[in-house]
């Protein structure tokens, strides 16, 4: 599985970004997909997964400005990030949770470069 992620950019504080992550490969069963995004120095973090079956988890950091959606038949993932602020500058990457014979393995894609000017 390969997994490909776009949509990053430069944007202004207060504005709007939508990542999108495609999934390719031997794709037979994905499970979760989210994305984490990791700043200079800083760990990597959640900042929203989506289930195979819908359910949503977010990050207290970017509840209620991110919403992450999923097309199961595209095998993509979506982010729409709004009202956007200096502290979401971050690589963004799209994970995925691919089963194997021997039990989910998670699946990383490239990041994506996401710059948010004061």
């Known amino acids: 599985v390969q997994l490909q992620a776009s949509g990053g950019g430069l944007v202004q504080a207060g504005g709007s970004l939508r990542l999108s992550c495609a999934a390719s490969g031997s794709i037979f069963s994905l499970g979760a997909m989210g994305w984490y995004r990791q700043a200079p120095g800083k760990q990597r973090e959640l900042v929203a997964v989506?289930?195979?079956?819908?359910?949503?988890t977010y990050a207290d950091s970017v509840k209620g400005r991110v919403n992450i959606t999923r097309d199961n038949a595209e095998d993509t993932v979506y982010l729409q990030m709004n009202s956007l602020k200096p502290e979401d500058t971050a690589v963004y990457y799209c994970?995925?949770?691919?089963?194997?014979?021997?039990?989910?393995?998670?699946?990383w894609g490239q990041g994506t470069q996401v710059t948010v000017s004061s």
């Open positions: 994970k995925a949770d691919k089963l194997t014979h021997t039990g989910w393995v998670p699946v």
């Open positions: 989506i289930t195979s079956g819908g359910t949503t």
